[in-house]
């Protein structure tokens, strides 16, 4: 299993001033693919990447939050290139589906195979993946799931934003990595996780390697990688701090490097993008 950020920013000062970028990230492996929280700036951070969207299986969204699924549209356009490749796959909460303002336009539903509703305990497999709600949060009213992404040699734990609640450490328990969004450095009366959350998260699940994004002000204006070793002192967990285009290899050890931005200002228009963490895209044109 392979995960690239394309972007580590959380809150609405570094996030819609794109102090830090944003966009989500993939978890790959084999020949499947998966795209969780396209937030703002997710298409573009793709293609910087160099990653061709057409190799993305299913896009899953944790919550309905601007920061996590602004782009969804725009990825599921990039990915079906409008409806001519194979038609893509999404797993969203309840509210990000359906009511008076759902999230994913009607128009880009004719380009899913499946839409699938993300509940507490579901379950969403495509390819070598698996993918679990592991855990409803509470998060300023919106639905919130905390997923875990299943290879055959790996598991993720993503604890996604949130009030604390002691569960989070044992439903992530067995994970080998495990990424927490962590939005503040001091503990603060809101549905977020502060440094000190994560350090009791990532004390009790012990995975091999924590993961920490999502940053709002307080951190990094002091630091994320400050907050990353001040997380590993407390926990006693590897702890690393997340940015744009780091990626993670889980197997056989886990490797921790920067893929390069390739293409600042988007690709020409003579040249194909590479799929990443794939080596086959289908390109059959959907009915
Ligand atoms: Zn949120």
Known sequence: ??????????????TF?????????LVASHDTCIHIDPGPGALVRLIQAGVDPACI????LSHRHMDHCADINAVIEARTMGGWLSKAAVAAPRDAIEGDDPVIFKYHRRHLERLEVLGEGSTHETGSLKVTAALKHTHHGVETYGIIVESEKCRLGYITD????????????????LIINTTFRNPRDLDHLCLQDAAS???EARPKLGVITHF???????????AAEWVEEASGVRTVAAREFTQIE???CITISRVKMVNPLGIAYTE?????????????RSS
Not at 2 to 11: D, E, H, R
Not at 17 to 25: C, D, I, K, P, V
């Open 162 to 177: 949130g009030r604390y609640t002691p569960e989070m450490g044992s439903a992530y328990s067995g994970c080998d990595i």
């Open 57 to 60: 299986d299913l896009i899953v």
């Open 201 to 203: 998260i990532l004390k």
């Open 250 to 252: 889980a197997a056989p």
């Open 17 to 25: 001033r794109q102090h830090r970028a944003s966009g989500g990230f």
């Open 216 to 226: 709002g002000a307080e951190i990094i204006y002091w630091g994320a990688k400050k």
């Open 272 to 284: 194909n993008l590479a799929p990443w963490g794939k080596t086959r895209i289908s390109l059959k």
């Open 1 to 14: 299993m392979k995960i690239l950020f394309l972007g580590s920013a959380g809150g609405r000062r570094i």
